[in-house]
């Protein structure tokens, strides 16, 4: 068997200390504009299918409950036929879609296929986001009620509590991030409602929160134009907004996010009817021999 190779170790402490530096620095770093396509409605709610099609939720009145494109903006198709506000989109793990009716506080069923496949009713006031946990549990949060809900896979209700003005909603980890829409804070609670913590945000008008693939949280603020990230004990990684570079309208209403493939993040411009598909940009890198690596740390 060849024997091991040995790393000196003032060598392997520079490239482990290199490779924290370089991940602190990802970590820390805001994304950066790749393109961005329209849409019909406003996209005031969206959700990735395992298909990987984006579901973009449509305002009052639209001719849709959503619609649907592939994350090169390309629309594809839609599901129902009229929107009363949807604004909670999300998945089973069986594929089965799941729209919550904003005005009516009733969720309809899709079948992996898009067909229709009943529809459940809640009590309260609204029913704003939603999300959906490994057991196939599925928060919703009432806004207005200042209430989130939770049912089980048959839409059968199972727990629910009282929070102020809730808005985006997310399950990661075994707990629940329920974002407060004016308070500034994001709370979070145990999956049957006792509360845990919470941090905050410095938002003034948050909206869809959802975690962004990689252990973080994302949120959209439309009072402060700025979408924000964070981990998941409130440190805040970056701020985006309202500015972004190379966006043409300029100002980007954020409304709401969604991770998007290869890393990607998608996010929803509520002023200007577009999604920016926003990533990280090549780290630049300048090639080195190990000789003069190993001359720096003589």
């Known amino acids: 068997m060849p024997a091991k190779r040995l790393v000196p170790v003032s060598a392997a402490l520079f490239l482990l200390a290199l490779t924290c530096t370089v991940s602190s620095r990802a970590l820390a770093q805001a994304p950066v504009l790749l393109t961005s396509w329209p849409t019909t409605d406003i996209p005031i709610g969206m959700a990735v299918g395992p298909n990987g099609l984006v579901y973009v939720g449509a305002q009052s009145g639209g001719s849709a409950l959503a619609r649907i494109y592939t994350q090169g903006g390309v629309e594809t198709g839609s599901v129902g036929t009229f929107s009363p506000e949807t604004y909670g989109i999300g998945f089973l793990h069986s594929g089965d879609l ?25 009590p309260g006031v609204r029913a704003l986001y939603l999300a959906v946990d490994d057991q196939d549990n599925v928060y919703m949060t009432d806004d207005n009620g ?81 979408l924000k990230c964070f981990r998941p004990d409130g440190t805040l990684l970056w701020t985006l907004g309202p500015s972004v570079p190379g966006y043409a309208p300029g100002t980007c209403q954020f409304f709401s996010v969604v991770p998007g493939a290869g890393g990607t993040t998608l996010a929803g411009d509520f002023a200007n009817r577009r999604i920016l598909v926003l990533g990280q940009q090549p780290t630049p890198s300048t090639l080195t021999s190990w000789g003069s690596v190993k001359a720096s740390y003589r």
């Open 98 to 122: 799941l729209i919550l009716e904003y005005y009516s506080r009733t969720m309809d069923l899709f079948t992996s296929g898009g067909a229709p496949n009943g529809s459940w009713a809640f």
């Open 146 to 226: 200042d209430y989130v809900r939770k049912a089980n896979s048959s839409g059968t209700l199972v727990a629910g509590w009282a929070t102020p003005h809730p808005s985006g909603v997310a399950c990661m980890n075994g707990l629940v991030y329920v974002a407060g829409m004016w308070n500034g804070l994001i709370s979070i609670f145990a999956s049957d409602g006792t509360p845990v913590g919470s941090f905050p945000t410095g938002c003034s008008w948050a909206e869809q929160l959802t975690p962004d693939g990689s252990g973080n949280l994302l949120l959209a603020d439309y009072g402060l134009s700025q």
